[in-house]
């Protein structure tokens, strides 16, 4: 109880502020991180919390899984196909060099042996726009960045879980990896993310069949909680199962989209705020306070160097300016990607559990406090009304005709997803 009743007070409070809070450097992000630290064990103690507790495992995860289905159903297969450049650029080359150089900042400036090194670099190498939703949200940044983010994000999730528990198992010492299992995993999840919502489209289709107003809402949410249930009971892979699974539905059913759009949001958000009010229950001062120095360097090391280094031969001849190109090397926010493999670490049996945990819950609170405070000024920056698309403020960006010039056409633009909260 006193868990709901601190995320209930604070909800209503972030309510009362949003209008504030979507205009300047406050977010609703730092907000809850900032109460749960404030009411966690180590501060007033009335919501104590441990990382071993089912609630904060499953909170990150339901987050997580709701965000990549809400993020996936912003995109049907044809705009992934038409725009897949930039995205592909950034996982191709982006990601693996990120994890290369986060490798590189644990074992040299943390003193983290090697596999240890690795295994940091894989849980921090996922990105998560939630934290800079202004930018992503905001229509008249240009639709190629906004596109790239989006896509790079709700994929690179569930690409890194692999080498998440490859590298665990190798610093365990464990002589069989289980690399067929773990493609197995990949493997069951885009299917159970592609299949369930076509059999649940089609079946809606049916005469037999007729849904409601009032319920139609609720289509998309019953199609995201079986994808959920059906991939756990096989044992795929959540993350991916939950983006295919919105890439799906956005394909093939229209309807079910856009009577979702607006609900699924609001349920992605309200399980967001709830998995920040739980992480920022785990940080405390004497949480801080046993990190050496050098661990305070890595997190900032490897927010202002190794996603920016990363993408430097990405963007070689892709044809983004520099402002785009430098807004997208520093928004790679650590979410709840990293929170939910940071905690699979942390219930292992590597010896090196504990200090991996620590250092990666760090890099996440100031990536949450940095990248969801200037989201705002970096979006602002694009808002100037020379540069407004034509089409701002009549007729809606999904309307354009091919072939129209602006910031926001091109073979990479794809759409941008609709203005997110904050």
């Known amino acids: 109880m006193p868990l709901l009743l ?3 007070l604070v909800l209503l409070a972030a309510v009362l ?8 450097i406050v977010s609703t992000a730092v907000i809850f991180l900032v109460a749960g630290f404030v009411v966690g ?4 103690g009335w919501v104590p919390l441990s990382p071993g507790d ?7 995860q339901l987050a997580l899984f709701a965000v990549l289905f809400s993020d996936g159903m912003r995109l049907g297969w044809q705009d992934l196909r038409s725009a897949w450049r930039l995205p592909g650029r950034a996982l191709g080359l982006g990601l693996p060099l990120t994890l290369l150089i986060t490798a590189l900042l644990a074992h040299y400036v943390a003193g983290l042996a090697w596999t240890e090194s690795f295994l940091i670099g894989a849980l921090l190498a996922p990105t998560d726009p939630v934290f800079a939703s202004a930018l992503v949200g905001n229509d008249k ?3 190629r960045l906004r596109h790239l983010l989006n896509v790079e994000s709700g994929v690179n999730d569930g690409l890194a879980l692999p080498l998440v528990l490859v590298l665990l198992a190798t610093a365990e010492g464990s002589q069989d990896l289980h690399l067929d299992e773990l493609g197995l995993e990949v493997l069951v999840g885009l299917v159970v993310g592609v299949v369930v919502p076509l059999l649940a489209i089609k079946l809606e289709g049916l005469r037999v069949f007729s849904t409601s107003a009032a319920y139609a809402p609720l289509n998309g949410l019953a199609i995201g909680l079986l994808v959920y249930a059906v991939t756990e009971t096989l044992h795929g892979n959540l993350f991916l199962a939950a983006f295919a699974a919105g890439v799906t539905v956005a394909t093939f059913g ?5 009577s979702f759009e607006h609900f699924g949001e609001l349920i992605a958000e309200l399980l967001k705020l709830f998995a920040l009010l739980v992480f920022g229950a785990l940080i405390s001062p004497s949480f801080l306070a046993e990190i050496p120095w050098p661990g305070w360097v890595f997190a900032v090391l490897v927010l202002i160097l190794a996603r920016p280094l990363a993408l430097v031969p990405s963007f070689l001849g892709t044809g983004l300016n520099l402002r785009e190109q430098a807004a997208a090397m520093w928004f790679g926010p650590k979410g709840f990607a990293s929170v939910v493999y940071a905690l699979i670490v942390l219930s292992s049996g590597l010896n090196a559990a504990d200090e ?4 990666a819950a760090l890099t996440i609170v100031l990536s949450i406090l940095a990248h969801s405070s200037t989201d705002v000024v970096v979006a602002d920056r694009f808002d100037q009304p020379s540069e407004t698309p034509h089409w701002h403020d009549g007729e809606p960006a999904a309307t354009q005709q091919p072939g129209l010039s602006g910031p926001d056409t091109g073979p990479d633009a794809g759409p941008g997803p609709p203005t997110a909260s904050r």
């Open 6 to 8: 601190t995320f209930s």
């Open 17 to 24: 502020v949003s209008a504030l809070a979507k205009r300047t």
């Open 41 to 44: 064990e180590g501060m007033l």
């Open 54 to 60: 089912e609630v904060v495992s499953l909170g990150a």
């Open 141 to 143: 940044v240009p639709g």
């Open 254 to 258: 229209q309807a079910q989209r856009q």
């Open 356 to 359: 991996i945990f620590h250092l």
